[in-house]
């Protein structure tokens, strides 16, 4: 498990001061970043010349409201993997309390055909060791 924090500010709020619907993908992308850069794999795959890594599924659900000030933790687990495809999953707390949960589905395409290939192994193996 991979964990991150995200500080939740008033630009991502709607006028009750409870996070804009729309905004927890934004705190999702932040925390696969920050996973993303921890894995230290041989590939950048938001700069790669060869493969990127597309988000091919997302969803998210709300448990508790997410206020203008609150200060989240985000567990990110690796959900499923599969040859061309991986799942992440991620659990948003404050103050240990589970507020929300997300999944996204990314697919390994060839940059310039857009096509599906296999995640290279390297990078199959990194997303293995943070499997749940």
């Excluded at 939740?8 to 001061?17: C, I």
């Excluded at 409870?18 to 230290?40: C, G, T």
């Excluded at 795959?45 to 203008?68: G, N, R, S, T």
């Excluded at 933790?73 to 240990?96: G, N, P, Q, T």
């Amino acid at each position: 498990m991979f964990i991150t924090n995200i500080k939740v500010y008033f630009y991502d709020a709607d006028p009750a001061g409870i996070i804009f619907y729309a905004s927890i993908f934004k705190y999702v992308h932040a925390a696969y970043e920050d996973f993303m850069r921890s894995l230290s794999t041989e590939r950048n795959f938001f700069f790669d010349q060869d493969y990127i890594l597309p988000i091919m599924h997302a969803e998210a659900d709300f448990i508790k409201p997410i206020k203008v000030g609150d200060e989240l933790v985000v567990e990110v687990v690796v959900s499923m993997i599969k040859k061309s495809s991986f799942e992440i999953s991620y659990r948003f707390y404050r103050d240990k309390e589970f507020t929300a949960m997300a999944k996204t589905v990314h697919v390994c395409v060839y940059k310039e055909k857009f096509e599906k290939i296999e995640l290279p192994k390297d990078f199959y193996d990194k997303l293995s060791q943070h499997l749940s």
